[in-house]
């Protein structure tokens, strides 16, 4: 099937603590990958992108490497901060123009 | 930096009324989409549209939705004869090339069928 699983959330850490949000996906072929932010409130940001096997997208101090081996796209950083504290959405292209989403993970980040 | 703006930002709406949510998408994008995230769950594609007609549709998209491109600048979502369910976060995105390029979302339109 065609679909992106992500870890579930939500995922409670304390300031500058090292956050990893686990994504995989299923596809056949190379998608474009994608993690989008959702701050309370607001709408969707794109955060970081990676368009090839092996790149590495990455962006505020988040970082993600697409791994084809592993079909995985990894949300990483090395010390958070309150400001982070958001939902986070993985996301890959579709073949037919759409971006097929994650259920999302709600990050909250205690001082 | 250019973005996608969206109007009204919330709309409140009765059961069976038609609702239009607009669009404005960054000027230079030829793809244009529509995705609406019911509250709690997934983001979900509804429709994407270039060159003037639609490329691909979700089955969420049935004949109570219609999408228009105006004019050279709104892109818009039709529902004919809102129902409950159709209570959501609508977010419209807008790309400069197709399935590889970066979607860039608006802030999207709160509906509250009542």
């Known amino acids: 099937g065609n679909s992106v699983t992500q870890m579930e959330g939500p995922v409670t850490l304390s300031e500058e603590a090292f956050l990893t949000i686990n994504c995989t996906y299923t596809?056949?072929?190379?998608?474009?990958l994608f993690w989008y932010v959702q701050y309370p409130g607001e709408g969707l940001q794109l955060l970081l992108k990676a368009t090839k096997a092996d790149d590495k997208g990455s962006n505020k101090g988040f970082e993600a490497t697409y791994r084809k081996e592993t079909t995985s796209f990894h949300l990483e950083k090395g010390s958070v901060q309150v400001s982070d504290s958001a939902v986070y959405f993985c996301a890959r292209a579709d073949s037919n123009y759409q971006l097929i989403w994650g259920a999302g993970t709600k990050l909250i980040i205690k001082p | 930096e250019p973005e996608v703006t969206q109007t009204p930002s919330h709309q409140v709406t009765q059961m069976g009324q038609e609702v239009i949510l607009r669009c404005v998408p960054i000027?230079?994008?030829?793809?244009f989409y529509w995705y609406r995230q019911i509250l709690g769950q997934k983001v979900e594609f509804l429709v994407s549209?270039?060159?003037?007609?639609?490329?691909?549709k979700s089955e969420i998209f049935d004949d109570q939705f219609s999408v228009e491109r105006p004019d050279g600048s709104n892109f818009t979502l039709k529902i004919r004869s809102t129902k409950l369910e159709d209570s959501a976060m609508y977010f419209c995105a807008s790309s400069e090339q197709g399935i590889t390029d970066t979607q860039y979302f608006g802030p999207g339109t709160r509906l509250t069928v009542l």
């Open positions: 000027s230079n994008h030829l793809y």
């Open positions: 596809a056949t072929g190379y998608p474009s």
């Open positions: 549209f270039y060159n003037n007609e639609i490329s691909e």
